[in-house]
């Protein structure tokens, strides 16, 4: 997913030294070795398009450890030893809220505002642990990358649109006593 919400998805066919497909891989994601293998792109030819659609962009993500291990496995194919920055999704969000909680703080020379701005950010962590809760509930097809991205794409979204709302709506609040 790209900043306004456009992605892609792409069926990898396993080089042959890959065997990290397990039946629990097949139970989480609803595909089998044998469909990966017939409907499956190569893997040079995706790790190419990764390799164009995520240059000079930072990769979000919910498991930052996992998606670096599969990257890697895939820029192997083509011997490229690019490193993507990867951005824990929690890390992410929580650094919204902080941001939220700095450029609030920055006018206040009052107990009472540093008092409110440190409600707005418990506010703020409470309100994007909601967001994420609610969009976990959303129907989703089996655990796929490109769903899995809308997912966290949405999330993120709702959380800035939520902070610019915040910061609205505490425009109006006096800087002084």
Request: proline fraction near 2%; glycine fraction near 6%; charged fraction near 25%.
């Amino acid at each position: 997913m790209n900043e306004i919400g456009q992605g892609e998805s792409h069926l990898i066919r396993p080089e042959p030294g890959w065997t990290n497909w397990s039946l629990q891989s097949e139970h989480v994601h609803g595909i089998s070795r044998s469909v990966l293998l017939q409907e499956g792109k190569p893997a040079d030819w995706v790790a190419r398009r990764v390799q164009t659609a995520l240059r000079g962009a930072i990769l979000v993500s919910d498991n930052p450890e996992f998606d670096a291990y599969w990257l890697s496995m895939l820029f192997n194919v083509i011997w490229d030893k690019t490193e993507i920055e990867i951005v824990d999704f929690q890390s992410l969000v929580g650094q919204a809220i902080r941001g939220l909680f700095v450029l609030i703080r920055a006018g206040a020379d009052s107990a009472e505002w540093r008092r409110q701005a440190g409600l707005l950010f418990d506010e703020g962590l409470v309100l994007a642990a909601t967001i994420i809760e609610a969009e976990s509930r959303r129907q989703r097809i089996k655990h796929r990358a490109l769903q899995d991205a809308e997912y966290l794409w949405r999330c993120w979204r709702a959380v800035q649109r939520a902070v610019d709302q915040r910061l609205l709506n505490r425009s109006t609040m006096s800087f002084r006593e």
